[in-house]
């Protein structure tokens, strides 16, 4: 089962709107690791922030993580149409080791 | 680029028949992880291999089973193919000291 769900399921969105992602998960958490999927290829890694940690940056990539609530948002500003893509959240938790969960995926489309 | 490189990129098999995937992970990256992810799901994780042994294994059959090498790049081997092994198969590469995972550009497999 998907320990991690992002909200919304789709997003469509203009370019240099900003885009807002949202991923909630069930259990304790070690890390939670945001990625980007084009068109069924590879994951490309985002941004990775520890259960300790609130906010983290990179690049135009905002990610929060609220542990008490049990959720993370990954926020894209200025958005793009090469941001266009599926963005998956996933955690690893205390008690299964290193392995990753991931949500289905929130399926991102920035129009010109 | 990552650095995490899969092979083939794409194969097509028939039900009943065996399939071995490969991956070669990134430079000082010693545990490798396979997923398997349906079409319009995210991944699920099957195993992670770490100094050549099984470190932790998903909700997947025996007949799911991997091997890593002393140069750390690992195999996937699936017998007794079925429909519902038609997938992108994963790999990703992480080191011990941090669970940032790194993923290949997936196997396409499609079972007839």
């Known amino acids: 089962s998907q320990q991690g769900e992002e909200d919304p399921q789709a997003l469509s969105i203009q370019e240099g709107e900003n885009a807002t992602m949202n991923c909630s998960y069930k259990?304790?958490?070690?890390?939670l690791q945001w990625y980007r999927q084009n068109s069924g290829r590879g994951l490309v890694h985002l941004i990775l922030?520890?259960?300790?940690?609130r906010e983290k940056h990179s690049g135009r990539l905002r990610v929060t993580l609220d542990t008490s609530k049990k959720s993370s948002s990954l926020l894209i500003t200025a958005s793009r149409a090469a941001d266009t893509a599926s963005y998956f959240c996933a955690t690893d938790k205390e008690t299964s080791g290193s392995r990753l969960t991931f949500g289905e995926g929130t399926q991102l489309t920035v129009n010109p | 680029e990552t650095g995490v490189t899969q092979s083939p990129t794409h194969l097509i098999k028939t039900r009943g028949q065996q399939v071995t995937l490969r991956c070669s992970s990134q430079s000082g990256h010693n545990t490798v992880s396979w997923y398997q992810q349906a079409l319009g799901q995210g991944p699920q994780f099957i195993f992670q291999y770490y100094r050549e042994e099984e470190n932790g294994r998903g909700n997947f059959p025996p007949r799911f089973s991997g091997l890593q090498f002393p140069n750390y790049s690992s195999e996937l081997n699936v017998n007794a193919l079925e429909l519902d092994d038609s997938a992108l198969y994963l790999c990703a590469s992480s080191s011990r000291r941090n669970n940032e995972q790194f993923f290949g550009p997936g196997t396409r497999l499609t079972v007839l």
């Open positions: 922030i520890r259960s300790n940690e």
């Open positions: 259990t304790s958490i070690n890390n």
